[in-house]
T-cell receptor
Framework: AQSVTQLGSHVSVSEGALVLLRCNYS??????LFWYVQYPNQGLQLLLKYTSAATLVKGINGFEAEFKKSETSFHLTKPSAHMSDAAEYFCAVSPTGRRALTFGSGTRLQVQP | DAGITQSPRYKITETGRQVTLMCHQT?????MFWYRQDLGHGLRLIYY???????DKGEVPDGYVVSRSKTENFPLTLESATRSQTSVYFC??????????????FGPGTRLTVL
């Protein structure tokens, strides 16, 4: 079964600092991977997705993620955090044979002024 | 320009009662999904539907019933609510153009409390 693991349920950074949110996947076939963001009291919004076209994927709001097969990772980064980036971030994988997503447990990002 | 909506946004009910959560999308997307969100578990799939009158179970279907008589609606019913079903429920939809890489679009969620 395909799954994702997010390391760190809470991450705190200072405004202007690098954001790094970790996601590792488990899959015996090429995975399709997604990062979603959830702002307080809202639904999830797609940040970016890996569809095997390019290993470095750029998303909205300055976020990007790099697919590394050798490390089975798809970490999310942003060079400089803004206060508005405070939210919960979910990594997800699209399993073979099913359209629904399998989500990680989420990482809450806190941005300190 | 409504997109995907859920109602009610908040619901408090009692153990044993039947509750129906509504989901409506205006894009005519083929696929629709119900997830529940609980602390430490991320989102878990309850049921999904590939088209009208086609539904299938997800990871945690017990105690839930779905139907899809129209493409745009996908109601979720808790037949006899239990405290363990206290959660935030999200509906999502996606097209069927790109297969497993299709983006899912989420509604704002329904916060359900079962007393």
């Amino acid at each position: 079964a395909q799954s994702v693991t997010q390391l760190g349920s809470h991450v705190s950074v200072s405004e202007g600092a690098l954001v790094l949110l970790r996601c590792n996947y488990s899959s015996s076939v090429p995975p399709y991977l997604f990062w979603y963001v959830q702002y307080p009291n809202q639904g999830l919004q797609l940040l970016l997705k890996y569809t095997s076209a390019a290993t470095l994927v750029k998303g909205i709001n300055g976020f990007e993620a790099e697919f590394k097969k050798s490390e089975t990772s798809f970490h999310l980064t942003k060079p400089s955090a803004h206060m508005s980036d405070a939210a919960e971030y979910f990594c997800a994988v699209s399993p073979t044979g099913r359209r629904a997503l399998t989500f990680g447990s989420g990482t809450r990002l806190q941005v300190q002024p | 320009d409504a997109g995907i909506t859920q109602s009610p946004r908040y619901k408090i009910t009692e153990t044993g009662r039947q509750v129906t959560l509504m989901c409506h999308q205006t894009w005519s997307h083929s696929y629709m999904f119900w997830y529940r969100q609980d602390l430490g578990h991320g989102l878990r799939l309850i049921y999904y539907s590939a088209a009208a009158d086609i539904t299938d179970k997800g990871e945690v279907p017990d105690g839930y019933v779905v139907s899809r008589s129209k493409t745009e609606n996908f109601p979720l019913t808790l037949e006899s609510a239990t405290r363990s079903q206290t959660s935030v429920y999200f509906c999502a939809s996606s097209e069927s153009t790109s297969g497993r890489t299709d983006t899912q679009y989420f509604g704002p969620g329904t916060r359900l409390t079962v007393l």
